[in-house]
């Protein structure tokens, strides 16, 4: 993982997204806009979705926020990243239909978000040791809010302002590549060459537990 920051403003261009390596460490100051499941299925089951500029908002933050409203206006308690390979099924369709250059979530994504992303131009970014309360603190604005009544706080697509919002690490890149693709299979190779260093036998298993045990 390259461990000097690149400080990114958004929207990010496609040229730009296409430059990052994999693995980069990466910032992003703009606007960027959140979601989880029910963003998803609304946006490909129903064809709802916010009344947003993607091509000015166009970093997609999979999170579902703590917030707080104090006299008339909206605080962020804590903004911690939910897994992304959750939303796998539906994730290709939407950055296809909104041509999304950046994701932004927890862990990784699947073979069906790597095609998209690598057909628009988009990349995803994980998290690295943060926690929400950090990230929190690098939210300078809640510009608004989509669907508050309908979906509750969490499942609403709010809008946010960040800067220096991060550091994130290029996890899938806009070629079609994976780290922890390419990571897993580096494990493999090597895992041999590990098990007998520490003496275990080639036929080794697990014990395999089941339901009825």
């Given at each position: 993982?390259?461990?000097?920051?690149?400080?990114?403003?958004?929207?990010?261009?496609?040229?730009?997204?296409?430059?990052?390596?994999?693995?980069?460490?990466?910032?992003?100051?703009?606007?960027?806009?959140?979601?989880?499941?029910?963003?998803?299925?609304?946006?490909?089951?129903?064809?709802?979705?916010?009344?947003?500029?993607?091509?000015?908002?166009?970093?997609?933050?999979?999170?579902?926020?703590?917030?707080?409203?104090?006299?008339?206006?909206?605080?962020i308690v804590s903004i911690e990243p939910t897994?992304?390979?959750?939303?796998?099924?539906?994730?290709?369709?939407?950055?296809?239909?909104?041509?999304?250059?950046?994701?932004?979530?927890?862990?990784?994504?699947?073979?069906?978000?790597?095609?998209?992303?690598?057909?628009?131009?988009?990349?995803?970014?994980?998290?690295?040791?943060?926690?929400?309360?950090?990230?929190?603190?690098?939210?300078?604005?809640?510009?608004?809010?989509?669907?508050?009544?309908?979906l509750g706080v969490t499942e609403t697509t709010?809008?946010?302002?960040?800067?220096?919002?991060?550091?994130?690490?290029?996890?899938?890149?806009?070629?079609?590549?994976?780290?922890?693709?390419?990571?897993?299979?580096?494990?493999?190779?090597?895992?041999?060459?590990?098990?007998?260093?520490?003496?275990?036998?080639?036929?080794?298993?697990?014990?395999?537990?089941?339901?009825?045990?």
């Amino acid at each position: 993982m390259n461990e000097t920051i690149r400080h990114l403003g958004l929207p990010l261009s496609e040229a730009e997204a296409r430059a990052l390596p994999l693995g980069a460490l990466v910032t992003v100051t703009g606007l960027v806009f959140t979601g989880r499941s029910r963003f998803y299925i609304r946006a490909v089951e129903q064809g709802l979705l916010p009344p947003l500029d993607f091509q000015q908002i166009n970093a997609f933050f999979h999170v579902g926020p703590v917030m707080r409203k104090q006299d008339g206006d909206w605080h962020i308690v804590s903004i911690e990243p939910t897994s992304s390979i959750r939303f796998e099924r539906y994730s290709p369709e939407v950055i296809r239909r909104l041509g999304l250059r950046v994701l932004i979530g927890k862990t990784t994504m699947g073979v069906e978000t790597a095609k998209a992303l690598q057909e628009v131009g988009g990349v995803h970014l994980s998290k690295v040791g943060l926690c929400g309360n950090k990230l929190a603190t690098q939210v300078r604005k809640v510009c608004g809010h989509y669907f508050l009544e309908e979906l509750g706080v969490t499942e609403t697509t709010w809008v946010f302002e960040v800067e220096r919002f991060g550091p994130f690490f290029v996890d899938m890149d806009a070629q079609g590549n994976n780290y922890f693709t390419i990571l897993n299979a580096e494990v493999e190779k090597r895992r041999s060459l590990v098990d007998a260093k520490l003496g275990i036998p080639a036929n080794f298993s697990l014990t395999s537990v089941s339901a009825e045990s």
